[in-house]
């Protein structure tokens, strides 16, 4: 594929992000309701000693950078808009790699049709994620992904308690050069009774049916979930749960691998601990694939930096199985965050893609007063192939500095190293980078 083929679908993918986001602030210029807007312009230079990430031969390479966050909501009677997360642009000064967009997107807009009863949603994410999980993380191996989805929910009242809610949805995942685009018609409906104002158990039911362009490097296939979902908000916070079975069925029964099933779970619990000090925790188990993974755990906060790593760009459905606990601290001065990750991917049918990782991940941040701040981050990941009798093992470092040059703009340099070590010689390598940067943020309400 030619850059300018590559350009174009990257540009492609963007389209529908943007083109909600103008309506978003078309709403927002032009009706009355409640407006919040954040964002940051940041741009700057950095340098890598090996941007390959190779064994051998590293390459050394000057990137400018440019990069911008958002976070814009816009609230009316009849209408909710909201934009949110990152995007850049990298230029490779040696020519290494060409330029390539890079960031997470949310963009989402509701409309009421008929009071408390129909609506309809617009949603578009863009992302970025790994093509080859065997292969480190650099420009050549990541790609762009673009979930868009439309369609209506409906909300049915029964009597005092009770309530009927039905959704159906039209996806589209467009990814920027693997051949797995996709289209997923689905449909969903729920028996929802509330046990108190803050309480509710459901019963719920939904229908995916997922169509690849390219029937070769994705099989079509139906995937099926029923589950009992519970929820309840407490005073300092909340847990809910849903569970249940789901089941993956191919529209090509040539092979051994007709269909797939098994238990869906999917566990979310927060605590405040204190005013200062909070925990969370989840679990989630289910049968999915890149584009429906990709859509329900994209972070938009995620900075550009990274790519969504935990997803894989491939035309497969696979059993995952997700486990985090966080705690994160704010002081005065000080923030603080610590976190431990789980992953195991089960494969329906191409067993050397499976894997499982256990991660650990943790950050501060120290205000020294007149305007300097110090930050560090610290992230191991242990990788298992296990089909490929391979075992991965990542360390990430980040420590940065930044001086706060007026209210709106601040000046930060930023140091990182990667460093994989791997049963399998020729996959190690470490990288050092530095990146010195200007920003301009801003905050209206």
Same mark, same amino acid.
């Given at each position: ?11 492609g993918?963007?389209?529908?992000v ?16 409640a407006?919040?807007?954040r964002n #940051? %312009?940041?741009?700057? %230079?950095?340098?890598? $000693?090996?941007?390959?990430?190779? /064994?051998? $031969?590293?390459?050394?390479?000057? =990137? ?6 958002i ?5 009316t ?14 230029? @490779? ?56 989805? #439309?369609?209506? &929910?409906?909300?049915?009242? %029964?009597?005092n ?25 689905g449909?969903? =409906? ?28 994705g ?11 519970? +929820? ?10 849903k569970?249940?079975? /789901? ?16 238990? @869906? ?20 188990? *289910? @049968? ?10 994209? &972070?938009?906060?995620? +900075? ?10 491939a ?36 067993? =050397? ?13 120290? *205000? ?15 990788? *298992? ?7 991965? &093992?990542?360390? #990430? ?24 070590? +791997? ?13 010195? #940067? =200007?920003?301009?943020?801003r905050?209206?309400d």
């Open positions: 594929m030619t850059q300018t083929e590559l350009e174009t679908r990257t540009f993918s963007t389209r529908c943007l083109a909600i986001a103008a309506c978003g602030m078309l709403l927002g210029a032009t009706t009355a309701g407006v919040e807007l #940051t %312009i940041r741009g700057g %230079i950095a340098h890598s $000693d090996n941007i390959g990430r190779k /064994n051998t $031969d590293e390459v050394s390479e000057t =990137i400018l950078t440019v990069d911008g966050t976070n814009l909501s816009h609230v009677r009849a209408s909710e808009f909201l934009l949110q997360g990152s995007l850049g642009y990298r230029h @490779y000064l040696d020519d290494t790699y060409d330029g390539n967009v890079v960031g997470n997107m949310l963009a989402a807009a509701r409309f009421t049709l008929v009071p408390e009863t129909v609506t309809w949603v617009f949603e578009d994410r863009f992302g970025t994620l790994q093509q080859n999980p065997y292969q480190a993380e650099t420009p050549d191996n990541i790609e762009n992904i673009n979930n868009f989805s #439309t369609g209506p &929910d409906l909300h049915f009242v %029964i009597g308690v009770t309530a009927l809610d039905m959704g159906a949805r039209l996806r589209v995942n467009t990814f920027e050069e693997s051949d797995l685009d996709n289209d997923v018609l449909g969903n =409906i729920a028996l929802v009774r509330a046990i108190s104002s803050k309480r509710n158990v459901s019963l719920n039911y939904s229908l995916d049916q997922v169509d690849y362009d390219d029937d070769i490097l099989r079509d296939y139906d995937r099926q979930l029923a589950y009992v979902g519970f +929820s309840s908000e407490m005073s300092r916070g909340m847990v809910s749960f569970l249940g079975g /789901n089941r993956v069925e191919f529209d090509d029964d040539t092979l051994a691998e007709g269909s797939a099933d098994g238990l @869906y779970a999917n566990v979310e619990f927060s605590r405040q601990i204190t005013s200062r000090s909070s925990f969370t925790a989840s679990y989630d188990q *289910q @049968y999915s694939d890149a584009g429906n993974i990709f859509r329900e755990f994209q &972070d938009p906060g995620r +900075s550009t930096q990274s790519s969504n790593g935990d997803v894989v760009g035309g497969e459905p696979f059993e995952g199985q997700r486990f985090r606990v966080g705690w994160n601290m704010v002081r005065a001065r000080t923030t603080w965050n610590l976190s431990v990750n789980a992953y195991n991917e089960d494969y329906v049918s191409r067993d =050397i893609l499976d894997r499982n990782r256990f991660g650990l991940q943790g950050g501060v941040s120290w *205000q020294l007063g007149s305007g300097w701040t110090v930050s560090g981050g610290l992230r191991l990941e242990q990788g *298992q192939f296990s089909s490929a009798d391979r075992d991965d &093992d990542d360390l #990430t470092l980040n420590v940065g500095l930044t001086r706060r040059l007026s209210r709106t703009l601040d000046l930060n340099v930023n140091y990182m190293r990667a460093d994989r070590s +791997s049963t399998e010689p020729l996959a190690e390598y470490t990288e050092n980078r530095v990146a010195l #940067t =200007i920003g301009y943020s905050d209206r």
